[in-house]
């Protein structure tokens, strides 16, 4: 893994798949911070990636919002456990 991979996690109080995602993040050597998006601060950050965002069929956006970054690029937007672990499988 590239030591340069950083990662910007959105989330939501009482979102399962948040925690899910969290719980395997923990236990990957990817190193990043958590924004809630019950927060002020949270709900400025990620207007920095609004275009990246994967929305349902209502327009609403799809929790939790997993950005990883390289070198200040974002590399992929996911948004479950499942896509985490693939996309890391894909890049051993």
């Given at each position: 893994?590239?030591?340069?991979?950083?990662?910007?996690?959105?989330?939501?109080?009482?979102?399962?798949?948040?925690?899910?995602?969290?719980?395997?993040?923990?236990?990957?050597?990817?190193?990043?911070?958590?924004?809630?998006?019950?927060?002020?601060?949270?709900?400025?950050?990620?207007?920095?990636?609004?275009?990246?965002?994967?929305?349902?069929?209502?327009?609403?956006?799809?929790?939790?919002?997993?950005?990883?970054?390289?070198?200040?690029?974002?590399?992929?937007?996911?948004?479950s456990?499942?896509?985490?672990?693939?996309?890391?499988?894909s890049?051993?």
């Amino acid at each position: 893994m590239n030591d340069h991979m950083t990662y910007e996690l959105f989330t939501y109080p009482s979102c399962q798949r948040c925690e899910e995602l969290k719980a395997f993040l923990g236990g990957t050597d990817l190193r990043g911070e958590e924004f809630s998006l019950a927060r002020k601060e949270g709900k400025l950050k990620i207007r920095e990636y609004l275009a990246f965002i994967k929305r349902d069929e209502k327009g609403g956006m799809v929790l939790p919002i997993l950005i990883l970054k390289d070198e200040g690029g974002v590399k992929a937007v996911l948004a479950s456990r499942e896509e985490l672990g693939e996309w890391l499988k894909s890049k051993a």
